[in-house]
């Protein structure tokens, strides 16, 4: 059963950081580019950022350049983001998300295979 897992999310102040986790099982990581989505109540699906197979390619929304930062650790089956600035327009249910194209590059604009079940991220003062 290939599946991911998100973790990290929650409550924070603007300004706060949150650093979102997604692990992996079912699948060899580094098999995958993973992306970051998320979605805002009455908004669609956004691409946040995403990571290519081995960690050496990346992209950003936008609107998160200069805040967000995404890492992998394959032998630890784990992608990060981690979340600087936060803004209350970041208040969303995050999604991870494994594409199996993304060797040297990554997008959150292809299809990508399996995703998580999402992990709720508030920003409120």
């Known amino acids: 059963q290939l599946q991911l897992v998100e973790s990290g999310g929650g409550l924070v102040q603007p300004g706060g950081s949150l650093r979102l986790s997604c692990a992996a099982s079912?699948?060899?990581?580094?098999?995958?580019?993973i992306g970051w989505f998320r979605q805002a109540p009455g908004k669609e699906r956004e691409g946040v950022s995403c990571?290519?197979?081995?960690?050496?390619?990346?992209n950003y929304a936008n609107s998160v350049k200069g805040r967000f930062t995404i890492s992998r650790d394959n032998a630890k089956k784990t992608v990060y983001l981690q979340m600087d600035s936060l803004k209350p327009e970041d208040t969303a249910v995050y999604y991870c998300a494994a594409d199996a194209s993304g060797t040297y590059y990554c997008s959150f604009y292809v299809r990508h295979d399996y995703w998580g079940q999402g992990t709720q991220v508030t920003v409120s003062s």
């Open positions: 079912g699948f060899t990581l580094d098999d995958y580019a």
């Open positions: 990571i290519s197979k081995l960690g050496g390619s990346t």
